[in-house]
């Protein structure tokens, strides 16, 4: 990864890389890069961290604005033999300073606003690192870039295959993230090896415009750039904002082929699909991973491209392991899950007769019913198992014995890529290892197929429902909300928090919506602003219980979180 950019241009790869706004690393104020122009960067960036005194083996924490300039920052620090932590800055003062605190970072780089706004929380960042260097502007007990830049890089360091190559945080939806330490066997060899092959229909073209939109301090991104550069698309292009207004002129200025976006912000920018000069027409792959995507997301964005066989995958995976499962979803996949549903197939999604392999029976209790039939694509179907790679089963969770199709249990996963250990959590990553099998902390159902469908995180499962599917299912019934989180208050009715543009909603409509649904709590209605999120903007359930009820408390044991 220290020279992955010249590697790539010694091969004669031609890519152009676009990007939305300048990198925040200093002296950059262009908006396109070719390979050699990247590569110059990271080697100059690697002068200035090893001026700052970062050698083999050291830490280098980055937390700044979401820019894909992450993924460079990290490559110089491998340049040089260290270890890069990339944290995200969403993160609030008091988890950033535990995680800068289990890392002890040779240097931190971060930004001056940052420092500024954790001091003011109660935290300094900058006592946790040896040494602070800003990319902008200056404080106390931090050095400027400037006094640094234009030292001479020292050549690039190889390491063994297992050794410490990048440090990523989960996304901490349910508390204080936990640091996953990869290395060059698992991430590189393991995962980004294996998206780097043309595959038919979905693998990356010479032709193609690649677009991502992600959270670019997590590791998905990390492994992104060491795959799509080895296919050498002729352009990339990268969006970091999610305004909806920017983000279409930027769009229609390099109309992408290939999409990637993290599920909120296909969330944020469907609206775009239904104007008539919309930028998706081009797109002949969507990728989405982190989180389920929508139906009605799915049926926007399929609907938006005028390209023929049009596919979208879905990934499901985690920090620790990389992708366990795919999903793919077509128009005419849509269609058929629509009629099928409008029309009542017994067989579909669960509805009877279907239910003792689509998940009828949660957690042993009874869901069955109709209520899981979404009226279309089920976004909460995983799909299966990645070939070859990735093995799944489904686990009774107090002792652990295999589970028959169609019952409910934990899901346990068994991949060569999953990352060696936990940073400064050993404890807790041996708990949830049992027998080279990683405890997702996951409940699912397998059908007879081998077909994964995810009911919710164990922490906030209730037997004999699903969170996820009820919030489908509400989200496919009302256009109108934004978005739809059920939340368990434990011993009390599932929660509905209705999220919409204004904090208003049809009380009328709603009734008509959960009329044949499982027992429902009063709902809460709240604005998309008051929602508190991760930095891939996934919802942090517990933080939201809390604000609503006073309550820390929660469904499941919450042991493998």
Do not use: F, M
């Given at each position: 990864m220290g020279t992955l950019f010249d590697d790539c241009a010694s091969r004669g790869g031609a890519t152009l890389v676009r990007l939305d706004r300048p990198f925040d690393l200093p002296g950059t104020g262009a908006t396109t890069y070719d390979l050699a122009q990247l590569a110059a960067l990271v080697e100059e960036t690697a002068g200035w961290l090893a001026a700052a005194g970062v050698r083999a083996r050291h830490r280098v924490a980055?937390?700044?604005?979401?820019?894909?300039?992450?993924?460079?920052?990290?490559?110089?620090?491998?340049?040089?033999?260290?270890?890069?932590?990339?944290?995200?800055?969403?993160?609030?003062?008091?988890?950033?300073?535990?995680?800068l605190d289990r890392l002890r970072p040779r240097l931190l780089v971060t930004t001056a606003a940052l420092l500024a706004r954790h001091r003011a929380a109660g935290v300094d960042p900058a006592r946790l690192a040896a040494r602070t260097v800003l990319l902008d502007g200056t404080a106390q007990g931090a050095t400027s870039v400037d006094e640094l830049r234009g030292a001479r890089a020292p050549g690039p360091r190889r390491r063994c295959p297992d050794e410490p190559l990048v440090i990523n945080h989960t996304s901490g939806t349910t508390g204080v993230p936990k640091l996953v330490v990869h290395s060059t066997r698992t991430i590189i060899h393991k995962l980004a090896r294996f998206e780097a092959f043309r595959y038919p229909r979905i693998g990356v073209r010479r032709d193609d415009t690649v677009v991502n939109a992600s959270s670019y301090a997590h590791g998905r991104t990390f492994c992104w750039t060491a795959s799509v550069f080895c296919l050498a698309p002729k352009e990339i292009a990268v969006l970091t904002g999610t305004d909806p207004e920017a983000a279409d002129l930027f769009l229609r200025a390099h109309p992408p082929t290939v999409l990637e976006a993290l599920p909120s912000v296909y969330g944020r920018l469907a609206p775009l699909t239904r104007r008539l000069d919309q930028p998706f027409h081009r797109v002949r792959l969507f990728v989405s991973t982190y989180d389920a995507v929508h139906p009605p997301t799915l049926r926007a964005f399929l609907g938006a491209t005028r390209r023929r066989g049009a596919v979208w995958m879905q990934g499901w995976g985690q920090t620790e392991t990389g992708p366990l499962t795919f999903r793919f979803h077509t128009r005419r996949a849509l269609r058929r899950a629509d009629a099928a549903a409008a029309a009542g197939d017994p067989g579909h999604d669960g509805t009877p007769g279907g239910a003792s392999d689509r998940g009828g029976a949660a957690g042993g209790g009874a869901a069955g019913g109709t209520w899981w039939s979404g009226g279309g694509q089920d976004a909460r179907d995983l799909g299966r198992p990645v070939p070859f790679k990735t093995r799944l089963r489904v686990v009774d969770p107090v002792t652990f014995a295999p589970l028959p199709p169609g019952r409910a249990g934990l899901l346990l996963a068994r991949t060569a890529a999953r990352a060696p250990t936990y940073l400064g959590e050993r404890e807790r990553w041996l708990a949830k290892d049992r027998d080279g099998w990683w405890n997702t902390g996951d409940i699912g159902v397998r059908d007879r197929s081998g077909t994964i469908r995810l009911l919710d995180r164990e922490v906030d499962h209730t037997p004999g429902t699903s969170c996820l599917q009820l919030e489908d299912l509400l989200e496919d019934r009302l256009p109108w909300l934004r978005e739809c989180v059920v939340l368990t208050p434990p011993g009390q009715e599932p929660v509905p928090v209705l999220v919409t543009d204004d904090g208003a909603f049809d009380r009328a409509d709603y009734k008509r919506a959960v009329a044949d649904l499982p027992p429902l709590a009063e709902p809460v209605v709240r604005a998309e602003d008051s929602i508190p999120r991760t930095g891939t903007g996934k919802v942090r359930r517990h933080a939201l219980l809390e604000q609503l009820t006073g309550r820390r408390d929660t469904a499941g044991s919450g042991r493998w979180t």
């Open positions: 980055i937390v700044k604005d979401n820019h894909w300039d992450y993924d460079l920052l990290a490559c110089a620090a491998v340049r040089l033999g260290a270890v890069p932590a990339q944290l995200s800055a969403h993160l609030a003062a008091e988890p950033l300073g535990t995680l």
